[in-house]
């Protein structure tokens, strides 16, 4: 298990080697704020609203000193805005009085922070921090238990045993890579297994669709020839930026 486990890593670095996070962000304050959004929602859907969030408060303190109902104006099109409104302005707060208004590098400050978990902690320390770490999402979730590499469901268990797997190196990046496969390949109800890169290591093949016309045709994302999530993707990424909101 664990050397098919390693060998499916190889083979979606070699189909994804652009996989990056898919929420617009220029500093760890605004991936920490864009990662709590995207609760409950999409990424193209937070990538969406939060140019206008960051305009109206940039720094921890703008967001703290927010008028809760202006703020849930610009929330609304994440859904649960209201509970949004009040997670940010919590959060915002706690980096004001505890932490100088910098977002914290460790992941026992992280999650201590209102409306931020493990999965969120780990987004930051990854991608603003560069400290190694496995994000357990829907995606991730639902595809290492298809490949048998656990059958646990708690998030923090899954993490455990995905750690156990892979060197600490290749945290960060194999989160990306199996979240982008889920989105785009390995779907929840109907995974495209036909025109699946590692359809031969699988050993759940056969529980989506394995016609490879029929299959190409489930493809998401550049993938499938659509745009991507992010507004502003990284210069290596081979998609369509997405549209910005009231655009699609």
């Not at 193209?44 to 008028?67: I, K």
């Not at 703020?71 to 706690?94: D, N, V, Y």
């Not at 299959?215 to 507004?231: D, S």
């Amino acid at each position: 298990m664990v050397r098919r486990a390693r060998r499916i890593n190889r083979e979606l670095a070699e189909v994804y080697p652009y996989a990056h996070p898919e929420l617009d962000f220029r500093n760890p304050f605004e991936l920490l704020v864009a990662t709590v959004l995207s609760a409950q929602t999409t990424d193209l859907r937070v990538n969406q609203t939060t140019p206008a969030l960051f305009a109206a408060y940039p720094t921890p303190e703008d967001m703290a000193a927010a008028v809760p109902e202006k703020m849930e104006e610009i929330l609304r099109p994440t859904g649960f805005f209201r509970a949004k409104t009040k997670s940010l302005l919590g959060l915002s707060a706690a980096l004001r009085d505890e932490f100088g208004g910098e977002v914290p590098g460790r992941l026992e400050d992280l999650v201590k922070l209102p409306g931020v978990g493990r999965k969120t902690a780990n987004v930051v320390l990854g991608n603003a921090f560069g400290v190694p770490g496995i994000t357990v999402d829907t995606h991730f979730g639902r595809l290492v238990r298809r490949w048998k590499w656990t059958d646990e469901e708690d998030p923090v268990k899954v993490e455990a045993v995905v750690a156990g797997i892979f060197p600490k190196s290749e945290w960060t990046m194999l989160s990306h890579r199996v979240v982008f496969h889920g989105r785009r390949i390995c779907h929840a109800r109907k995974p495209a297994c036909g025109a699946c890169p590692i359809a031969p290591l699988c050993p759940s093949y056969g529980e989506g669709e394995t016609d490879p016309e029929k299959a190409r045709k489930l493809l998401k994302y550049e993938m499938g020839g659509y745009p991507g999530q992010r507004l502003s993707p990284p210069a290596d990424y081979p998609g369509k930026p997405a549209p910005a909101l009231g655009a699609e």
